[in-house]
């Protein structure tokens, strides 16, 4: 779970990522992706073959992002978190 901590200044954001939820996520996500491959022998058709590879390797990139802290997700040392949208503060303040 990613930790949001604000302050009155919508400037100070920090972002813990603690290293049991990467482990979780990335582990979760090989899983998945070998379930994806692991029925790749059931498919008849090339396309459909194809298909079910091409999704296994992106779970499978995905699983290795989460746990290294790889696009899409973030780096807290390595991203501007006031730019973000996805975390800015309540409208109404």
Do not use: H, W
């Amino acid at each position: 779970m990613v930790n949001i901590e604000t302050t009155n200044n919508s400037k100070d954001k920090k972002i813990n990522d603690c290293l049991s939820c990467r482990l979780t996520g990335g582990a979760t996500l090989f899983a998945i992706s070998g379930f994806l491959a692991s029925n790749r022998k059931y498919m008849t058709g090339p396309l459909s073959r194809l298909t079910l590879s091409a999704c296994s390797v992106s779970v499978a990139y995905l699983a290795i992002a989460r746990l290294f802290s790889l696009p899409p997700f973030p780096n807290p040392t390595n991203q501007d978190f006031n730019s973000r949208t996805d975390i800015s503060p309540d409208q109404g303040q």
